[in-house]
C-alpha cells in the first residue's frame, strides 16, 4: 500500500490532455448519475423504510415485505409519494456521481504503472477507496436530506396511529432548520457511518468493475461495448451493495432526525451498532439488503453504461 501511494505522489504531474480528459468525465458522470437516480429512486425510498422500521416486542411491524412497503406507500401517498426528496437526491447527485467516478478513474490513472499495464489489485483498491473518500463531501447532507423525506410518510404513519400529528417537511425548511440550530455542521450528521459505508462500498466495486468489465468484448478503439459495462456494473454494485449493507442499515438510522413513536434514539456508530443487535438480532443489519441490491444493480448499471459512452465527448466535439 505504501509503494502504491509513493507511486501517486511519483506521478502527481499533471498528464497531457489527450492522455485524460478530466472535464468530460466530470460531465458524464453527473449525467450518468441523473438518469441512473431518476429510474430508480421508488426502490430507494422502499429500501430506506424498510431499513427503518423497528420491530415491536410481540413482532409487529408496518411492512411485511418490499412489496408491502410498495402497496402501502402508494396507497397513503400517491404515485409522486414514491419520489419523495429525489428533487435533493437529482440536484446533489450530479457533483456526487461525477466526484466519484471522475475520481476513481483520475487516481487509477495516477497509480498506472504505464501504458498498456494492468492496474495490481492492491492499487485498484486504493483508487476506489480514495474516490469514497471524496465524494463523502457531497454524499453526507445529500443523504441526510433525502432519507428525511423518504422516511416523512413512515414516520406520519406511526405518529398517526399513535394519536400524534407530524407536521409536514420539505427539503429546504429541514435544511434551513439545520443550519440555524447547528450550522454547516448539522447537514454532516452521521459523516462517519457514511464514510464507513461509501469507502467500504468503493474499495469492493471499483476493482470488482473494473475486472468484469475487462473479461467482455471491445471496440476497435479499446473501449467497452455499453451491454457489457451495464452487466458489470450491475454484477459489481448489488455484490457490493449486499457486502456493506449493514453500514448502510447505521448509517441511515443515525441520520433520521424526526423519529417515529418508539423508535430508538442513538449518540453514535457502536451505540447504534450495539442496540441494534440486541433490540432486533443479527438479522436487522440486512433489512432492506434484497432492495438495496435492486436499487444498487441497475443504479451503477445505468451509470457506468452512460459514462462510459461518451455524450460528454459528443457534446464537447472531442468525438
Not at 497531457?16 to 425510498?45: C, H, M, R, T, Y
Not at 406507500?73 to 429525489?86: C, L, V
Not at 400529528?165 to 429546504?172: D, E, G, T
Not at 438510522?253 to 442513538?266: E, F
Amino acid at each position: 500500500m505504501a509503494g502504491a501511494i509513493q507511486a501517486f505522489k511519483d506521478n502527481s504531474a499533471p498528464k497531457p490532455a489527450e492522455q485524460f480528459k478530466l472535464i468530460p468525465k466530470i460531465i458524464n458522470g453527473g449525467i450518468a448519475g441523473i438518469i441512473g437516480v431518476s429510474v430508480v429512486f421508488p426502490l430507494d425510498l422502499v429500501k430506506t423504510r424498510l431499513q427503518n422500521q423497528v420491530i415491536g416486542p410481540h413482532g409487529e411491524r408496518m411492512y411485511k415485505s418490499m412489496f408491502d412497503c410498495f402497496k402501502k406507500t402508494y396507497k397513503a401517498e400517491g404515485y409522486f409519494g414514491m419520489y419523495k426528496g429525489s428533487a435533493v437526491n437529482i440536484l446533489l447527485i450530479t457533483p456526487e456521481k461525477a466526484i466519484k467516478l471522475t475520481a476513481n478513474d483520475t487516481f487509477r490513472h495516477y497509480l498506472s504503472l504505464g501504458p498498456g499495464q494492468q492496474l495490481p489489485i492492491e492499487r485498484e483498491m486504493l483508487a476506489g477507496g480514495l474516490a469514497g473518500a471524496c465524494q463523502i463531501v457531497i454524499t453526507t447532507p445529500m443523504e441526510l436530506l433525502k432519507i428525511q423525506m423518504q422516511d416523512a410518510g413512515r414516520v406520519a404513519m406511526a405518529a398517526k396511529e399513535a394519536g400524534k400529528v407530524v407536521p409536514k417537511i420539505s427539503a429546504w425548511s429541514l435544511t434551513v432548520d439545520l443550519l440555524k440550530k447547528r450550522g454547516i455542521l448539522g447537514l454532516y450528521q452521521g459523516t462517519g457511518a457514511t464514510a464507513l459505508r461509501d469507502v467500504t462500498f468503493s474499495v469492493i466495486y471499483f476493482p470488482l468493475f473494473a475486472r468484469l468489465n475487462d473479461l467482455g468484448p471491445k471496440r476497435e478503439d479499446g473501449s467497452s461495448v455499453f451491454w457489457c459495462s451495464f452487466l458489470a456494473g450491475c454484477a459489481a454494485g448489488s455484490t457490493a451493495a449486499l457486502m456493506v449493507n449493514p453500514f448502510d442499515v447505521i448509517k441511515t438510522r443515525l441520520q433520521v432526525i424526526k423519529k417515529a413513536p418508539g423508535d430508538p434514539t442513538y449518540t453514535g456508530v457502536l451505540d447504534c451498532i450495539l442496540k441494534t443487535f440486541k433490540n432486533e438480532g443479527l438479522t436487522a443489519f440486512f433489512k432492506g439488503g434484497a432492495c438495496r441490491m435492486i436499487v444498487i444493480a441497475p443504479l451503477f448499471g445505468i451509470a457506468q453504461t452512460v459514462y462510459y459512452l461518451g455524450v460528454a465527448e459528443w457534446l464537447l466535439g472531442l468525438k
